[in-house]
């Protein structure tokens, strides 16, 4: 079935850095979604991206939907500590007449004030 | 508009009960997905009603059932819990066809002792 590679698994940082973590797969996806998720809570959308090639920018996040429409990076800028949690991935497919949401494992962000 | 709403929000049962969890998509959205959450799995879906049908089904055993009413609100019923099944139980809505981001509810935590 289809996966999603989502890379890095853990990240420590030190406030203040960059912060770039990517998803990969081998399937097309016609929109790509960024979410946050806290301890016990839902995940919180952050980008939705619904064009190849699209660069979208949501305060300190920038996320881009690739041109081979086969994966998605998230930079996080000048990080602080409230953006410690994990940073889902998600691609929307319509493969097999189907439509489907897959998620990545996610990337759980630490940062270190 | 307020958001996804899952209730309750905590939950303790017993092996071999069966639980109902229920959830209230966005104002106007006529999609709820159902997606398990453990740590060890990350998220995986469960099933995806639109218009009180289920429209996509993940590869749950059959204790796990779902359904949809009229007003779009959803239910899912897990019968003869299993200790596995302890999880955080995640209610996604969205607009529906060609609408297909997903904004998720705030869980609802189940411990089956």
């Known amino acids: 079935g289809q996966q999603l590679n989502q890379s890095p698994q853990s990240m420590f940082i030190q406030e203040g850095e960059d912060v770039s973590m990517n998803c990969t797969s081998s399937?097309?996806?016609?929109?790509w979604l960024w979410y946050k998720q806290d301890p016990g809570e839902g995940p919180v959308l952050l980008i939705a991206l619904y064009k190849a090639g699209e660069l979208t920018s949501n305060g300190r996040l920038t996320a881009q939907f690739g041109i081979t429409r086969k994966d998605s990076f998230l930079n996080i800028s000048a990080s602080i500590p409230s953006d410690v949690g994990i940073y889902f991935c998600?691609?929307?497919?319509?493969?097999?007449?189907?439509?489907?949401?897959?998620f990545g494992k996610g990337t759980k962000l630490t940062v270190n004030p | 508009k307020a958001g996804v709403t899952q209730t309750p929000r905590y939950l303790i049962k017993t092996r071999g009960q069966q639980v109902t969890l229920s959830c209230s998509p966005i104002?106007?959205?006529?999609?709820v997905s159902w997606y398990q959450q453990t740590p060890g799995q990350g998220l995986q879906f469960l099933f995806e009603?639109?218009?009180?049908?289920?429209?996509n089904k993940g590869n749950f055993p059959g204790r796990f059932s779902g359904r949809q009413f009229s007003n779009s609100r959803s239910e899912m019923n897990v019968s003869t819990l299993e200790l596995g099944d302890s999880a955080l139980y995640l209610c996604?809505?969205?607009?529906?066809?060609?609408?297909?981001?997903?904004?998720f509810g705030p869980g609802t935590r189940l411990l089956v002792l």
């Open positions: 399937s097309i996806f016609n929109t």
């Open positions: 996604a809505s969205s607009g529906g066809i060609g609408e297909e981001t997903q904004y």
């Open positions: 104002s106007g959205h006529r999609s």
């Open positions: 998600a691609g929307h497919s319509t493969q097999g007449g189907s439509e489907k949401l897959v």
């Open positions: 009603y639109f218009s009180e049908t289920q429209r």
